[in-house]
């Protein structure tokens, strides 16, 4: 019997398992959509054929501007918006608890245990996340009893939730995470000697961070980046809940047409979703090659 | 209860003689009917009205189980199309049968099986209550309810022996509001975009259902009289969208909602004072202490109407259980829980047996409560003394004035609203 920690499998064999999943769940039911939304449809069927009529329909009076902006720019507009101001945030605060985290917690114990504190967002369900933002953020909630009580306003503030503002504060309440982990990973590779060089050498603490610190963290900010995007960008239930159902969003346009079994137009949505989102990404990588970074 | 042992007997030892049939079946898929021990249905819906209570009653009346695969209306219908054999029972709303019924996968469902079928509502089967027409405006039951034949996928405007669900449950929905924060009576769906609750109003982002509501209101305004509410042109719909569109854009609403349990908190909050909703979702706010009032109003209301089908393919003893199961379902202590909860039985002489009689005038008459009325659960729903909202049944079910609907027009509308909710 040979002894099997003596055969060295080949890199083919260990991806294999790995690649046998990526393919049937994920590789497969892409193409299928790829090649339904192309499909033709009725109230109760889906009708193999070779149409562009599903991409017409979502770009329809888009390019005519006599009537304001169309749906689908529209809604890509807010989107975008959302992403990109969710991105700074995300970024801004994650940086810096990362930068807490690994440069001013020495012990690896209390690491853990802030870490942790990071992850209480994703404790309880969605839903409830959700309602619990009405107490506080509510026309009788906290903020509000807080702002009337000290004369800062004198009438309840509606703008505070069911609002573009209540939907980027759950992003970022929620997604800043995204961004601790992979910066934090980043900025604990950093070769501590490299800093205290540089401290030799008489750089202030500014300087540190801007021309060492940053620039090491570029693969930890660049990952980051893609998970905060691409979530937002496919995101729907926390824009449904937090705005209210009262703001657009692709993945809401996608869920209504599937729940009307409208799946070649779904997928016509959810192919041009997926192109802008590989876009972004494919622009990111541009500015910085994570392949070799890490 | 001897009755009840020897049934239970016959079917364990029925479904043991079926044992190899359904594991010869193992092979394929799953056995819709499990050989094991008791019968299992697989039943399909979005089971807002069911509970545990009700699963104890049915294992303990027929020996048979069931197993809820729980969905949204929406959801449901797609499951019907893409995974018809994923269910062994459906419970659907009748306006999905335009859609479902040319699909061919369900099943025309014999009357002759069903026990209590002379006992069926005319509400149901004749679009009546107590001999008066009541509104048929959009996809009322009896316009969908018979089909030309068991196989058929046409309807048949005559009653006929086949019918596309069998008739379980329905209601006559309204704007709920909360009148501790309105303080003054509302009489019209025009008040949800009257300005003075400007910020303080909703409605259901369910574009099916949320249209029909949005007609309501159009038409109360006296902006247009539609000929058919249930199935506008798409002039109509563009009407009404604009209509609601220049509402939303001034503000006009707190929120819309698309789960039960959203317009709950926003009624609960005091986030929005006036908007559409269902019946257990104002007796939700109640059991919180909190008043909130179905409110009646002169135009009448918007009904729904649902029942249970079963798969195309269903035949021989799964049918039998099936069908046991509905005639268990219709022979009054369902219909009873129902009627409980501000529902409506289709079968009214069955559930009316398994209700005390101060239940009964309450629910069914629109007499004041000469008890507390408490909700299948035990909670306290009503105090001594008080009026269901909108009164009798006859006040209610004769008021309706049109039925969730399917449009001809339905994929223009779908877009409209999406417009809508992105102005």
Excluded at chain 2, 163 to 187: E, F, M, Q
């Amino acid at each position: 019997m040979p002894n099997l920690f003596k055969i060295k499998p080949s890199v083919g064999l260990l991806s294999l398992p790995y690649s046998l999943v990526f393919i049937f769940f994920f590789f497969i039911p892409l193409v299928l959509t790829f090649v339904i939304s192309f499909w033709d449809y009725n109230e109760y069927s889906i009708i193999p054929d070779l149409i562009l009529e599903n991409y017409r329909y979502v770009f329809e009076n888009c390019f005519s501007f006599e009537n304001g902006m169309c749906v689908t720019f529209k809604t890509y507009l807010s989107t975008f918006m959302f992403c990109l101001i969710t991105w700074f945030f995300t970024l801004i605060i994650g940086f810096f608890v990362a930068y807490f985290l690994a440069f001013y917690v020495n012990s690896l114990t209390w690491q853990i245990a802030l870490f942790l504190l990071c992850t209480i967002p994703f404790w309880t369900s969605n839903v409830i996340r959700m309602i619990s933002w009405i107490p506080l953020l509510g026309r009788n909630g906290l903020v509000n009893d807080f702002f009337l009580s000290t004369g800062l306003t004198s009438t309840p503030q509606e703008w505070l939730l069911y609002s573009g503002f209540s939907v980027v504060l759950a992003f970022v309440h929620l997604y800043t995470l995204f961004m601790i982990v992979p910066i934090f990973n980043s900025m604990m590779r950093i070769d501590k000697s490299i800093i205290e060089a540089a401290y030799d050498s008489g750089a202030n603490g500014f300087q540190i961070l801007w021309n060492i610190i940053i620039p090491l963290c570029k693969p930890g900010i660049v990952i980051g980046s893609i998970f905060v995007i691409t979530v937002v960008m496919g995101d729907f239930i926390t824009i449904g809940i937090m705005g209210g159902q009262q703001i657009p969003s692709i993945g809401k346009i996608i869920y209504v047409e599937m729940s009307y079994l409208q799946l070649p137009a779904a997928a016509a949505n959810a192919v041009i979703l997926l192109f802008l989102t590989l876009l972004i990404i494919w622009i990111m990588t541009k500015m910085i090659d994570i392949r070799k970074e890490l | 209860m001897k009755k009840n042992i020897t049934r239970r007997n016959m079917l364990k030892t029925s479904t043991a003689a079926v044992g190899a049939v359904a594991g010869a079946g193992l092979l394929k898929g799953f056995p819709a009917i499990h050989a094991a021990d008791a019968p299992v249905i697989r039943y399909l819906g979005t089971a807002v009205n069911m509970g545990d209570a009700v699963q104890k009653r049915l294992f303990d009346d027929t020996g048979i189980k069931v197993k809820f695969i729980v969905k949204t209306t929406d959801e449901v219908t797609k499951t019907i199309f893409t995974q018809p054999n994923s269910f062994d029972i459906v419970d659907s709303e009748y306006f999905s049968m335009p859609k479902l019924v040319p699909s061919g996968n369900l099943l025309g469902m014999d009357t002759k099986r069903i026990k209590e079928w002379d006992n069926v509502t005319s509400a149901f089967t004749k679009g009546e209550v107590a001999g008066k027409k009541i509104g048929d405006q959009g996809t009322a039951p009896k316009k969908v309810m018979y089909l030309k034949g068991s196989g058929s996928k046409e309807f048949s405007s005559e009653p006929t022996q086949h019918v596309t669900l069998i008739p379980t449950v329905y209601n006559a929905d309204t704007l709920g509001i909360r009148p501790d924060l309105i303080k003054r009576p509302i009489s019209t769906w025009a008040e949800l975009l009257n300005p003075e609750f400007k910020g303080k109003a909703s409605i259901l982002n369910i574009p099916s259902i949320g249209i029909m509501d949005a007609a309501m209101v159009v038409e109360s305004m006296g902006e247009y009289k539609y000929p058919d509410k249930g199935n506008m042109t798409k002039k109509e719909i563009d009407l009404t969208m604009k209509i609601f569109t220049e509402a939303k854009k001034a503000g006009q609403f707190r929120a819309f909602w698309s789960d039960f349990n959203e317009s709950v908190n926003l009624m609960a909050s005091g986030e929005v004072v006036i908007q559409s909703m269902w019946s257990p979702a104002i007796t939700a706010v109640r059991t919180k202490g909190i008043p909130c009032v179905y409110q009646p109003l002169k135009e009448g209301y918007r009904a729904w109407a649902a029942g249970f089908g079963l798969p195309a393919t269903t035949k021989g003893r799964q049918a039998d259980i099936c069908y046991e199961f509905i005639n268990w379902y219709l022979s009054g202590w369902v219909g009873a829980y129902l009627n409980r909860q501000g529902y409506y039985s289709a079968v009214i002489p069955t559930a009316k047996k398994y209700m005390e009689s101060y239940e009964w005038d309450y629910w069914m008459l629109g007499k004041p409560a000469t008890a507390d009325i408490m909700s299948p659960e035990g909670k306290k729903l009503a105090s001594k003394g008080e009026i269901r909202d909108g009164g009798s049944y006859e006040a209610r079910m004769g008021a309706v004035e049109c039925w969730n609907a399917t449009m001809d027009e339905n994929k223009y509308m779908v877009r409209k609203w999406n417009e809508m909710v992105a102005s």
